[in-house]
């Protein structure tokens, strides 16, 4: 993996984000689940990739974070913040499939995975992650 591929697949869906929040939380949910999970997994990636602790072959998966233990069996290494990392990006998974494929949510629900996804973005800056 070059750093690039993940940077520029994360510029893209912050770029979904964004004109999905300035279109509303309400209409445009589905995008926001797909792009909130594949832009925190891209920041993850980032930023393992440039502490050295995956290679270039290494591929993290959205689903891993769907369970707690299968996130630490998945990321047995220790870095930084590890344990707040993993909580954020579960909350974020854990709606991605009701945004994406169910029912409209309550917009309550699509706020706290965006907050969940902007305290990971926060979080990863102060670790020093320019592109976060």
């Known amino acids: 993996m070059k750093s690039e591929f993940p940077l520029s697949r994360y510029r893209e869906s912050l770029e979904a984000i964004e004109f999905a929040v300035d279109r509303g939380l309400a209409t445009h949910q589905r995008s926001i689940g797909f792009n909130t999970s594949s832009a925190a997994v891209d920041l993850l990636s980032l930023y393992l990739f440039g502490v050295k602790l995956i ?39 854990s709606r991605r499939d009701a945004f994406c494929y169910g029912v409209d949510q309550p917009v309550a629900d699509v706020r706290a995975v965006l907050d969940a996804f902007h305290e990971l973005r926060e979080l990863f800056r102060a670790m020093g992650l320019a592109a976060a």
Do not use: C, M, V
């Not at 993290?60 to 047995?76: C, D, G, M, P, V």
């Open 55 to 93: 290679t270039s072959g290494t591929q993290i998966q959205h689903t891993w974070f769907k369970s707690t233990k299968r996130a630490y069996e998945k990321l047995a290494f220790a870095f930084p913040n590890k344990d707040r990392i993993i909580i954020l990006l579960k909350k974020i998974e």
